[in-house]
């Protein structure tokens, strides 16, 4: 299933942001005493007990405030909760109930999805204080007591919202349907390219930026493949993002990569890569997504005799990270090349999947050392012992050594190569685990 998304919200100054960090394991939210600090949602991913989530903090709820940002605060909150498959309500156990409390207990009552309320600021480890039990006065379930800054009860905080989900449930997609998400700026022609696939208006496409809001879902069956595009709002620059509604749909657009098994990273052939494309295409690779990139409108682009050669650099100079995608110039509005950006998408999709025995793994890595020698450093050299081959999806391989401090980026990189080489492995990110000999797995 995809991640289940969990948003901390209440009102301001109660220890959102430092329960957020806490969770999450690193200082990502600013952290102040000063109210309001947390003006936007900030999400990031967390893991417990083996099993993913995405976390949201959000911006201090004031009901009855009608303060601007105040007010845009609320908003988000509001966003946050409605995208969340569990809302965790923080109170401060040292203000005790306070009647904006009472008041958010009455919004998230309204919006119908679990709430785990939780008590910060419980920092004595044992009994909790009495001012714990006025916060069964809210009508919901048994409030969990936490130190936010302290880490006190977090695990318990954790169990109880994985209470409300359930791991076992899948999407309900069929295995073999390959699910593919498209991506890019607004009108970029995410949404033109997956009507004209599908020979029907199934998306409303509009010259205006941002028509498509969510993350919206169709189905396709071409020469007996099945497939789901995943047609996302476009991301915009932070400085950009003006609306709402336009926040909510940067995370329902990174929900969206994370669940397909191919991206599509669109780009405007009248326009060229842009700085925004490199940050939307770097979504996509650090997720370890198979990658096309997709040059839109190519049928408006006047052509010389090297053109598209020309543009291919300026795709591989505007995105170095991700010269293992292949690039595809299509053109939405005519249907040019959507024949051969099918083949391209099984193709990496199966490139990403790929399972490499450890035997063939290993005579590759031998040949590419004897071609090669690994570094020295002060007289000590890298051994590289051997090589396995530990998940897909990416292809993720552990190179095991007898000094880590040796294993140089630029030797691990021409490692990568030989192997991409050897197994034609383009479409998909590969990733290296650098492991000592006899080091346990994290």
């Known amino acids: 299933m995809s991640k289940p998304i969990f948003a901390i919200v209440g009102r301001p100054n109660v220890g959102k942001s430092t329960l957020f960090n806490k969770i999450i394991g690193q200082r990502i939210s600013i952290v102040e005493d000063t109210p309001g600090v947390t003006r936007d949602r900030i999400f990031a991913d967390g893991e417990w007990s083996g099993k993913k989530f995405t976390l949201i903090d959000t911006g201090g709820i004031e009901p009855k405030n009608d303060s601007e940002i105040l007010t845009e605060m609320r908003n988000q909150a509001n966003l946050a909760i409605e995208m969340a498959d569990v809302v965790i309500f923080m109170v401060d156990i040292k203000d005790g109930l306070t009647a904006a409390d009472a008041d958010v207990a009455a919004m998230l009552q309204k919006s119908k999805k679990p709430v785990v309320l939780v008590c910060n600021k419980s920092d004595s480890p044992g009994d909790v204080p009495m001012e714990y039990y006025e916060f069964f006065n809210l009508g919901l379930d048994e409030p969990v007591a936490v130190s936010s800054i302290h880490g006190l009860g977090v695990g318990d905080l954790l169990d109880k919202v994985y209470s409300y989900v359930d791991f076992s449930k899948t999407d309900e997609i069929e295995e073999d349907i390959i699910k593919v998400a498209v991506i890019g700026k607004p009108n970029v022609g995410k949404s033109s390219l997956i009507n004209t696939i599908l020979g029907e208006k199934r998306v409303i496409v509009s010259n205006v930026a941002g028509t498509t809001r969510d993350a919206i879902d169709t189905y396709y069956e071409r020469d007996g493949q099945k497939y789901l595009f995943v047609d996302t709002a476009g991301m915009r ?104 950006l099918f083949e391209l998408i099984k193709f990496v999709n199966a490139q990403n999947a790929v399972r490499i025995p450890t035997g063939v793994l290993n005579d590759v890595l031998n040949d590419a050392t004897s071609m090669v020698q690994p570094p ?67």
């Open 237 to 340: 620059k932070k400085g950009k993002i003006e609306e709402n509604i336009e926040r909510y749909s940067v995370i329902r657009s990174l929900a969206a990569i994370d669940r397909c098994d191919v991206v599509l990273v669109m780009i405007d052939a009248t326009e060229g890569v842009t700085e925004q494309d490199s940050k939307i295409a770097g979504y996509a690779h650090n997720a370890g997504k198979a990658s096309i990139v997709v040059v839109n409108k190519w049928d408006l682009v006047e052509k010389e005799t090297n053109t598209m050669k020309n543009f291919k650099n300026d795709v591989l100079n505007g995105l170095p990270f991700m010269q293992y995608a292949p690039s595809e110039f299509v053109s939405a509005k005519t249907g040019l090349r959507l024949n051969k």
């Open 376 to 442: 020295s450093d002060k007289g000590r050299r890298l051994k590289i012992y051997y090589i396995t081959q530990a998940s897909t999806r990416p292809p993720t391989f552990i190179l095991f050594v007898n000094d880590k401090e040796l294993a140089h980026f630029s030797y691990v990189r021409y490692i990568e190569n030989k192997i991409r080489e050897a197994f034609n492995l383009n479409g998909t990110p590969v990733k290296f685990i650098i492991r000592e000999r006899g080091e346990k797995n994290d």
